[in-house]
């Protein structure tokens, strides 16, 4: 008998329900966890997601009745599979997709942490027999400090800075870790300003209900006088443009589990890394995959060879599964 799920080179496809999860080629039916670029792609005919990640997935992909929603929990039949949609804890409205046919059940984790942010909805477990986990961060050097530890860290350098007449930049990625930060931080502090494309994604989350702090845009007509002593969010990719030269003097911080590593740092050219992820860590990986229950676990993007490696020696079925979902948009 074949697989309820089996990995393509279009993807992680069901072939009894002819649809695909998080496909990186073009089909007919996708399944989408949630709306990052590497799992939620263009050129799909249809798309089935949670309701609180279709906005920005619609926004981002130019869609509009191509994309049909599910609330967490609520179960779709097609062609007598049985899907349904359950937190992933990762971002708001990701999810993990559970699969079930005459018994079977299989559960594709997407991506996932199992922190309760204060943002995204909290990671539940789903029991399985098959396990689907991601493993970006699948090594035990990557053990995170409590998140409240971490924010203490960002606000007394925003503090530090403000004394010193710095700017604080602080450099995430525009959806999700940037709305993190946002609601995390001290705002007591003083103005936080925030680049184009993560005010975009604001715009979308807050429309649909998701309340975030405010913050400010940083335009043209901006000036120093304005954000000096704030804090100014921004993506990776403003850093080196002549965009980020504007808030000089400035101290340039990076928010990402890659900060945990010696030299990542230094050569992204910060001057302080905090390290903090909206993936899980090696502990996280390993209590998820616990809490399935599963007997058999299928190790995707990140560290693969070496947590199915270690998922063996503790005699679990595990397979080194190969994707083209990207690790570097973590950072």
């Not at 609520?74 to 349904?84: M, P």
């Not at 900060?259 to 050219?269: D, E, I, K, V």
């Not at 905090?274 to 809490?291: C, G, I, M, P, Y």
Request: hydrophobic share 35%; with cysteine; net charge neutral.
């Amino acid at each position: 008998m074949k697989d309820l799920l089996q990995f393509t080179d279009h993807g992680i496809y069901c072939p009894r329900a002819d649809v695909f999860l998080d496909p990186w080629k073009p089909v007919k039916r996708a399944l989408i966890t949630h709306g990052h670029s590497d799992h939620a792609r263009e050129g799909h005919e249809w798309y089935l997601c949670t309701d609180v990640a279709a906005p920005v997935i619609k926004h981002r992909l130019h869609l509009t009745d191509q994309v049909q929603t599910v609330t967490y929990g609520q179960s779709v039949q097609i062609n007598h599979v049985k899907f349904s949609f359950h937190p992933a804890g990762h971002i708001p409205g990701s999810a993990q997709i559970r699969v079930e046919h005459q018994g079977e059940v299989w559960v594709f984790t997407g991506d996932y942490k199992l922190d309760d942010d204060g943002l995204a909805t909290p990671f539940e477990p789903v029991t399985c027999h098959t396990f689907i986990t991601e493993s970006t961060f699948g090594l035990p050097v990557y053990q995170w400090r409590n998140q409240s530890e971490v924010f203490e860290d960002v606000n007394q350098w925003w503090r530090s800075n403000r004394s010193q007449g710095k700017t604080s930049v602080l450099a995430a990625y525009a959806l999700g870790k940037a709305q993190r930060i946002l609601v995390n931080l001290d705002h007591s502090i003083g103005p936080v300003w925030v680049h184009g494309a993560i005010d975009t994604v604001q715009r979308v989350l807050t429309a649909q209900g998701i309340r975030l702090p405010y913050t400010h845009l940083v335009t043209s007509q901006s000036t120093r006088t304005d954000w000096e002593g704030g804090l100014v969010v921004c993506p990776p990719s403003a850093l080196g443009s002549l965009w980020i030269k504007k808030f000089q003097p400035y101290s340039l911080a990076i928010a990402s589990g890659w900060m945990s590593l010696r030299g990542t740092r230094r050569r992204r050219g910060a001057d302080r890394g905090f390290v903090l992820s909206d993936h899980a860590d090696w502990r996280q990986l390993n209590q998820a995959v616990r809490a399935s229950g599963a007997s058999r676990v299928f190790v995707t993007h990140g560290y693969t060879e070496v947590f199915a490696r270690w998922l063996k020696e503790r005699g679990l079925e595990a397979h080194d599964a190969k994707t083209q979902f990207d690790i570097e948009a973590e950072v």
